[in-house]
T-cell receptor, first 113, second 116 residues
Framework: GENVEQHPSTLSVQEGDSAVIKCTYS??????FPWYKQELGKRPQLIID?????GEKKDQRIAVTLNKTAKHFSLHITETQPEDSAVYFC????????????FGKGTLLTVNP | DTGVSQNPRHKITKRGQNVTFRCDPI?????LYWYRQTLGQGPEFLTY????????KSRLLSDRFSAERPKGSFSTLEIQRTEQGDSAMYLC??????????????FGPGTRLTVL
């Protein structure tokens, strides 16, 4: 099955700085890569996703890049704010499935005011 | 609230007891998923329903676990003879089911199970 590695496990930045979280996946057939944000005690919520037919996607301060050759994708958050503090999970689709996701272990992002 | 709901939010039980959790998906969603999340880990896929049909079960789902979605609406997850290793957050998610296409999965708040 798919294996997703996520780094770093914790990340601390100053407000206004950028944050980058990286994930690698093992299955070259994976074609869908979502990112979820989970605040303490709350449910995971999708913040951005990318499909394998594009290399980059942006939504305001958030962007995701995908390198299919190297099998890695990254989340970029610019102009970080304290409310960005949360655990972020990357995920990748499973080969031959249009529903099954494998998640990384998460990155705890702390934005210091 | 029109999102995914789960009940109960917390469950404390003694080892060996049976527990049942309920998930109510977003009404127009025909796909429903169960995940397990332990501390410091991402959600792990347990099982998936397309309408009332259970189409996949993870190896993580031992014989003590059973899930149903009798009318293609709400779903239940039952754990029989609970073990301390079953302690985790159980998350439910739902999505539309556009064929051959990934659709955003909307998660519920989860049921936190503690087995004493």
């Amino acid at each position: 099955g798919e294996n997703v590695e996520q780094h770093p496990s914790t990340l601390s930045v100053q407000e206004g700085d950028s944050a980058v979280i990286k994930c690698t996946y093992s299955d070259s057939a994976s074609n869908y890569f979502p990112w979820y944000k989970q605040e303490l005690g709350k449910r995971p919520q999708l913040i951005i996703d990318i499909r394998s037919n594009v290399g980059e996607k942006k939504d305001q301060r958030i962007a995701v890049t995908l390198n299919k050759t190297a099998k890695h994708f990254s989340l970029h958050i610019t102009e970080t704010q304290p409310e960005d503090s949360a655990v972020y999970f990357c995920a990748a689709s499973e080969r031959g499935s249009n529903y099954k996701l494998t998640f990384g272990k998460g990155t705890l992002l702390t934005v210091n005011p | 609230d029109t999102g995914v709901s789960q009940n109960p939010r917390h469950k404390i039980t003694k080892r060996g007891q049976n527990v049942t959790f309920r998930c109510d998906p977003i009404s127009e969603h025909n796909r429903l998923y169960w995940y397990r999340q332990t501390l410091g880990q991402g959600p792990e896929f347990l099982t998936y329903f397309q309408n009332e049909a259970q189409l996949e079960k993870s190896r993580l789902l031992s014989d003590r676990f059973s899930a149903e979605r009798p009318k293609g609406s709400f779903s239940t997850l039952e754990i029989q003879r609970t073990e301390q290793g079953d302690s985790a957050m159980y998350l439910c998610a739902s999505s539309l089911g556009l064929a051959a296409y990934y659709n955003e999965q909307f998660f519920g708040p989860g049921t936190r199970l503690t087995v004493l």
